[in-house]
């Protein structure tokens, strides 16, 4: 029972100078009076005793003699809206009854706040959709050649849920992967020869809480659209949330680096990290001391038409990007030839922005054929006889172009269609046996926010 409760609460067969003494016992000048089982009969208040005395009242009769029993009253639980509503009307206290009329609770205009209860983080990071420069990105070429690459990000998203614990024990759980990791605290998860990435981000950012993670997905393992890092984001992010030195975007996509290629091992480049971070159409230059990622404003009608023009077709061949990246890098050591096909990338990648702001649409679905003719030639593994097969009865069917999304070998093409040859092109790569997926272009990067536990 509340302090009010205990104080202003007067029984109906008590007295009126009971009553009096009840009043008198508080600031609000006021008592409540009630039944042996707490149903509220009335109120009651100086004023009411002094009118009933006037009128040659005896303080020694029940206080029922004097009593308001015309009461304004809320049900218990009532919200702070409805509270100061009622207390804006003029009254000072108000009893709180449950559905029996009983007294539970004495609300007043000094009423505290709510109690602070539990949060989760929530994240989520969008994919990415590289137009042209991937390779360019990995670290060994940026270092003594300027690359860029030109990316943006589509509503397809990783989203990671944490929620902090009162115990020490970190248990993580990966839907897409059908997994899950329980530790009884961090320093067990640090020592573990078999964390996976999930742990590994976890392992970087070292928060000082136990907590239960949760990461699932909207795409395929191995599309190509650089899901692990959009997954390594998001869970950055949501950590991040509940930080209260919090980190900038760049800090996120580098600590996004850190874990899944320095620390977990996953061969690759920058790009991916700072696509899903930043969201939106990008041209990201790297360079040997610092990257930069320039947003581009696209008008609404090239954006639009960009989206009527852009199939999105899964090829149903799974790769792995991390053994695409380190062969690319062996051959690239062998051959010095490389270098000079990524330095074209580059040169395609600034001819394609230029295509892209300036609206130049269809100059720009033709520059996707050469950025796919350039890729082939990286590595043998960017491309098989069905991935080619695919290429070639899409342009057949209508494609001005296209490229591979992600290292090769499988995942997602990009094709650039105009609309009305859109069906047929469907048409054809489904009797190959892939599958078509509609999109939305994502203007906003990785997003994080709280909410209660309920």
Known sequence: ????????????????????????????????????????????TN?????????????????????????????????????????????????GLDAQGRLQEIYTRQMTASPEVPVLARARAPVRMSFCGGGADLTYFFVDHPAAVLSCTVGLYAHATLVPRDDASVHIFSEDLGCEEHYDSLAQLLVSENKSLLGTIVSVIRPAYGFDLYLRSDFPVGSGLGGSSAATTAIIAAFNELRQDRWNTYEIAELAFQAERLCFGIAGGWQDQYASAFGGFNLIEFENKRNLVHPIRLEDAARFELEACLVLCDTGLVHNSGQLHERQRQEMEAELSQTDLLRESVTLCRRMHRHLIRCELHDFGLCLHEAWMLKKQFSSAVSDAKLDEIYAIAQAAGALGGKLLGAGAGGFFLFYVQPQHRQAVVRAVNELGCATTNFRFESSGVTSWRTKIQ
């Open 1 to 44: 029972m509340s302090r009010l409760l205990e104080t202003l609460t007067v029984g109906s067969e008590q007295s009126i100078l009971d009553a009096v003494k009840c009043i008198e016992s508080g600031d609000l000048q006021i008592a409540f009076v009630v039944e042996s089982d707490q149903r509220l009969v009335g109120v009651v």
């Open 47 to 95: 004023g009411d005793v002094r009118r009933y005395l006037l009128q040659g009242g005896d303080t020694k009769l029940p206080v029922v003699a004097c009593m308001n029993s015309n009461f304004r009253a809320v049900e218990v639980g009532a919200t702070r809206e409805q509270l100061l509503k009622t207390f804006d009307l003029g009254f000072n206290a108000l009893p």
